[in-house]
């Protein structure tokens, strides 16, 4: 079946630097920098890329950070509890515009 | 043959697995139990990739300027001391287990190992198994070694600590200055019992409170207290420096333990670790993985150049892997060396046995029992 999605394509991403080496090479480097430990661990940074991944629901992202973040020593549970976090970020965007609703209502209502 | 009497109730309780109760291969009769099925598993399937493209191990070494892999100096005298365990992990490579009475090294044997080690000038001897304590050699061979002025490394399941029988044991090798090498996958709950057995953890916290209370785990070189930790499932383990800081401040802050240092070890494709990739269709991806982070940077200080490992009947192989493979050492000439008949010249002139599983060792940033190589 055709589809857009190819889980073989997560292993060519640096191949997207055929079309202009220079800032592949520029993105890769700070890529990698990113994810290095630093004042957060690698294994906190792999837990937000994780949540990201989940929020952004790039499935390319889910497979390479659910197996990124078991390497960097984090267990189902961490993992889960990262995963409500985008969870709740995301479902909370939505109600806080309902404060938006809320005031127009009270604005225009008797 | 070790008595059952040993086999007391209190070393039974450990239930492995929190879904399925582990058994050795052994006890199952399984035809993986043995070695040539192991081997054969591995060379069945197709790899490419690696720096030859093959997926075979002696090619990738010659690639990397190693056109025969041959011994440094030898620095550990490895002893397994027999199969047999209180515990049956999912993962483990010499399908220990309870049931496993039979092979357990005998007090001769013990003897010709300890000649052998005045022989080898190896400064430090290294105790496994199965659980060595449960071996009833063990507390003189650990003596025998400390007189000889040797650094001994004990690895420790850490649950046989809890049993009544082996209690004194923390105390007792701390005045003999013996490192305790402990076996921890996760400083959570979740995946140390899924790797090995329900309830796990909770023996293994205690274990470390009484190796804390001892005196291990906090700097002093004689009184060391180190961890180790295997992937729970197939992926390579992180950067062991990272991992041992996170491990060091959550076994702090949740159980106030303390302990010196982590090696983060690679699960090795035999065994009951490989009997689970092929039950989870896992073998061809594990085996790709392996074989893709071959790093050419860890050859150099792998535990085979500077170790003999010895087999409870007094074989001898290049490495731990290798004797639960049953491949013995090839020195020149035809003979099958015995630790009765120890020859570090001979020894030396060996070349070292190598096939597929050796890519576990040779991974991302190496793994050998010291920990990573690169």
């Known amino acids: ?32 920098k990113v994810f290095e430990d630093g004042a957060l661990t690698a294994r906190e940074k792999s ?45 909370g965007a939505s109600l806080v515009h309902g404060v938006q609703m809320l005031e127009h209502v009270k604005a225009t209502m008797m | 043959m070790i008595s059952l009497k040993v ?73 397994n001391l027999g199969k047999l365990c209180n515990m049956t992990c999912r993962h483990c490579h010499v399908d220990s287990g309870p049931d496993r009475v039979r092979e357990n090294m005998d007090r001769e044997t013990v003897d010709a190992c300890l000649r052998a080690i005045e022989l080898s000038g190896a400064h430090t001897v290294d105790l ?21 002025g040797k650094h001994v490394i004990d ?7 809890r049993v009544r029988r082996y209690r004194h044991l923390p105390k007792w090798m701390a005045e003999r200055g013996v490192e305790v090498v402990c076996s921890l996958p996760h400083y959570r709950k979740l995946n140390t019992d899924a790797q090995r057995g329900k309830g796990t953890y909770v023996k293994s916290i205690e274990a470390l409170r009484q190796l804390n209370a001892a005196g291990y785990g906090q700097g002093d070189p004689n009184r060391q207290l180190t961890l180790v930790s295997n992937p729970v499932g197939a992926f ?56 893709n982070a071959f790093n050419p940077a860890t050859i150099a200080g792998l535990m085979c150049r500077n170790t003999i490992s010895v087999s409870w009947d007094g074989r001898l192989f290049d490495c731990d892997f290798n004797q639960q493979l049953e491949l013995e050492v090839q020195v020149p000439g035809a003979a099958r060396p ?12 060996r070349q070292i046995v190598t096939h597929r599983h050796c890519y576990g060792c040779t991974a991302g940033a190496g793994s050998s029992c010291g920990g990573q190589t690169a």
């Open chain 2, 338 to 349: 015995h630790v009765k008949d120890f020859n570090l010249d001979l020894l030396m002139q």
């Open chain 2, 155 to 161: 690895r420790c399941n850490l649950t046989i600590l």
């Open chain 2, 7 to 79: 086999l007391s109730e209190e070393l039974m309780p450990t239930t492995p697995g929190p879904n399925a109760t582990t058994t050795s291969l052994r006890y199952r009769r399984e035809p993986l139990a043995h070695p040539s099925v192991q081997l054969g598993a591995l060379d069945a399937l197709t790899l490419k990739g690696g720096r030859e493209g093959a997926g075979r191990f002696e090619l990738d070494l010659k690639a990397s300027n190693w056109p025969t892999l041959t011994p440094a100096t030898l620095d550990i005298f490895q002893i």
């Open chain 1, 47 to 91: 837990l937000i890329a994780l949540a990201v991944a989940h929020a952004i629901q790039c499935p390319y992202c889910i497979d390479a950070y659910a197996n990124d973040a078991l390497e960097k020593g984090s267990d189902l549970e961490q993992m889960t509890e990262a995963v409500h976090v985008a969870t709740a970020i995301r479902g």
């Open chain 2, 236 to 291: 390579l383990p992180g950067n062991q420096a990272t991992l041992e800081a996170e491990w060091k401040s959550a076994l702090e802050a949740n159980h106030g333990v303390t302990f010196d240092r982590l090696l983060a070890l690679t699960n090795m494709p035999i065994s009951r670790y490989l009997e689970w990739l092929l039950q989870k269709g896992l073998l061809e991806t594990y085996m790709e993985r392996l074989v």
């Open chain 1, 1 to 32: 079946m055709e589809t857009y999605y190819k889980p073989e394509d997560l292993a060519k991403f640096g191949d997207i630097a055929e079309g202009n080496p220079e800032l592949g090479r520029a993105f890769f480097s700070y890529y990698g």
């Open chain 2, 128 to 148: 496994t198994g199965g659980a060595p304590e449960l071996n009833p050699n063990f507390e003189y061979l650990v003596e025998a070694c400390v007189a000889q």
